[in-house]
């Protein structure tokens, strides 16, 4: 069967429910488009593990902080239904704001302490934006499985969060970030970069790992571990400007002092107005 | 087949998931114990709608803005079970405080606008606590249909618009309010009052009434429509304490100076240390 694709919540529910009739595990990918290899995993290891599985495209209006983030952000839907068709998607919920949003919005959820954290500082409302319209697709869905990205580690945290928190009877399922062979983390926001912003922007994970490596041969003490890396940043041109680089607790997303326990390397910088985030888990060698 | 107990989440789930392969429709009744003729008829109406009822018996402390009124809400555990057994419950879920919350709650559900008038300029934080647990419940139980009281006319406006906000699926079923033969609208705390209380309470009612005689007769402003309920209640004697009185829109409940429109009478007094609330839903007989 050839994939589908539906803009209307009634249309989505429909296919859905015909497919649970059939006992198909129903597995939900949600996504704002502009897909690109690391959205192309997500829906390869949902066909891997659901009988019926949906790609929800919809560039969600109440996360954006600024309307030109929101205006600027690419809508490529031609390419996207290729991706999502190679790689195997049942169907496409593609609605429009007015289809989620008809009315007022009164209903948020929020995830407070993890929410407060790392992107939260610097994006207020964004991550009440996120749960709520992933809340809404989940129920939309009625999926048993959805997949989101590691690269979104406060998201991916927050969504885990609030799924354990509301009894929601759903698996979260985290698929690992994928890079470009230099190390650039996968984002749609990346052809957004001028080419020597793009050439500069692998710094931003090798960053990361200078953290980790410093972590690893024992320089515990957060301050000192994330000095290399920073001085490593202010050296490259064009610069990239750090909003943070944190070192979190990896349940409350807490900034930690000293890192004694498995834990969050994240980081968010601007290349020109782009803004980039990726993280790296580190898993601590000693107690 | 009698009547199940349960108290844990897999176990509901369990029941619930092995009614819905024989295609029963599950019909759910959220209550807090304490039961009376107005849950009686919830179970009695889902009973007649649904191939499986669960009836919730769950005094939820987050939704408790004193803990004085937590620990002496009445909790009839023995008696409960008896109500919901005769009015055709499958299964009751009485689970713990741990149960429920078994960690920190981080997340919450909040409904703007609908929640700050009328109860919520009083109770603060109530139906964030309301709202959260009722996702929980919905979300353990995955009803088909749950069964609200009329005469919480802030909650079920609450849920009714959280469920569409959310795009929950599951239909709110509005019951009407079943009153003593005097007219008093039944509540778990009205066994707390004195005699004198008790046979001064019907007061609350016939002041609704009251208001609603006036706005017939084309007192449609609120200010004077209120004016001879609010002169009989300070005559009665033990004399309540008005907390509010309000004429509010049916959608956002927001108060309304003039009724040009359907519209919902409401009231809550305070009778010694027991608060009591009520209200009467009044339809413009002209636009």
Redesign the interface.
Known sequence: MSMRVVDS?PAI?ALVSEARKTGSTIGLVPTMGALHAGHRRLVEVARGECGFVVVTIFVNPTQFNQASDFEKYPRTLEADLAVCAEAGADVIFAPSAHEMYPG???????????GEHLCGKFRPGHFRGV??VV??LL??A?ADRAYFGEKDAQQLAIIQ??VA?????VRIVPVPTVREADGLAMSSRNVRLSAEERAAAPAVYRALQMVAVELTAGRTNVEEAKQAALAMLAAVRPQPKVEYLDIVDMVTLAPLAHVDREALIAIAVWMGDVRLIDNLRYAAARA
């Open positions: 919540i529910r007022p919005q009164y209903t948020t959820v929020e995830v407070s302490t993890l749960a709520t809340s809404k129920n939309i009625q969060r609030m928190d509301l009894d929601m009877a």
